[in-house]
């Protein structure tokens, strides 16, 4: 019985037989791994139907990487504690706001009301005070791997990058498949700091809050290179996470194939071999490791990845498409470093991989298509400003339109000089195209990277919900700067 997946695991391996593998010595020498990856992250499970959390931002003396850091934290950890319910169950959930600043949470993927005590990213809640959040997940909602993260506009970068977010996980369908039950979950919230001697986060310059601001310590979840055990025939199912607020992880685990089964929405119909995952701010996605190289310890790596810089600004000011787009995609701007390392340990009785997942149906053709284009400009006094078709957020225009039970293409595109990982809130989208190559498979995301000069359509069905609503680049400086539109969704 456990072979009946052995000929499509055959299948998809002799698919890669010949691929590029990064040779061991491409990378300087990492310190071997420290210690075993915190897989738990004190979870809060719903019980009897609800789950009922008290949550607390406030910053925070605690150690980082062996390090005195001073951060911003959910509860005093980093990453804040994992969430966890199921479709139907009610979230009831106590805010403090401990800091010195007002902020809010946000309930990233998630299919919730954009209004009241919901997903409501206006929120304003001041310094000192407590809100409670209060919603039910969807009786139809997928399983999957969310995010729960501040959104007060023009302070989420310095709030993300101060170290707040946490993991929210949908359990469902997906979790009940007995290849998945069997296999070993483990979670890998991906995220950078920039600390000084003092411990205290870095304040970037203008910039690099421009480029989006990134940090030299890369860690998951708050461990530097931890270990990842699996036994010879062993299932690893990583669900991973990009909480930075603007470094891409562009992921290879060495000698080993990914196998994609979950993106941002959930789940795809089947699995699909992969060699290298581009994760953008805010992405998520879900692969399965199989043990069955020879024991040893295999690095799970972040390539080098350019994804543009201010630099190129042409002299002229704009530069458009096909300007000075000369760039190497993938040229050295940072090295290739160590996320994690996998280490054998032990034998099983070899599990299977899953064949099928959950069904996955196209969305029908659009009743309208829409464009949006991602670019920069200047503004008198303020230098440049991050804009969608021309204009900078402002909470009080309303930039788009729609109505409910509609579905729409947005045509989005990128005519400026750096990478857009474009977000959506409160429904997920399928990918259609990626200039006008169809998508290869189907699947759910609500953040699709739109890299400089290309053009990517998406579709979406407005359901369930009404009221006011974002787009935005998950660059979050590139949100702060303006990189964000207004949306209304109308009965
Ligand atoms: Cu994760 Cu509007 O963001
Ligand atoms: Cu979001
Ligand atoms: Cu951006």
Partial sequence: MPYINRRQFLTLSTSTAASIFLSRCATAQTPQPQKILTSSLNKHTSTGGLLDVSLDARSTPLSLAGQQAYLLSYNGQIPGPTLEAQPGDSVRLRFTNNLSEPTNIHYHGLHLPPTGNADNIFLNIPPGETFTYEFTIPQDHPAGTFYYHPHRHGLVAEQVFGGLGGIFVIRGELDKIPELRAAKEVFLFLKDFALGADGRVTPPHHMSQMQGREGSLVTVNDQVNPSLSIPTGGLLRLRLLNASSSRFYRLTLEDHPFYLISTDGGALSEPVELTELLLTPGERAEVLVR????????????????????????????????????????????????????????????????????????????????????????????????????????PQRVDTQVKLDTIEDWEIVNTGVMDHPFHLHTNPFQVIRRNDQPTPYLMWKDTVLVPVGETVRLRVRFRDFTGKSVYHCHILDHEDLGMMGLLEIQK
């Fill in 291 to 394: 043990g069955e190289r020879q024991p040893g310890q295999y690095r799970l790596l972040n390539l080098p990845y350019n994804r543009g810089d201010m630099g190129m600004m042409g002299r002229g000011g704009m530069m458009g498409r096909g300007g000075m787009m000369g760039r190497q995609r993938n040229s050295n701007t940072a090295n290739t470093q160590t996320l994690a390392t996998l280490t054998y340990t032990g034998q099983v009785e070899p599990l299977p991989s899953p064949e099928k997942l959950i069904p996955l149906e196209a969305l029908p053709e659009p009743q309208t298509v829409r464009r949006f284009t991602l670019n920069h400009g200047m503004a008198p006094r303020q230098g440049m400003v991050f804009q969608i078709n021309s204009k900078a957020f402002d």
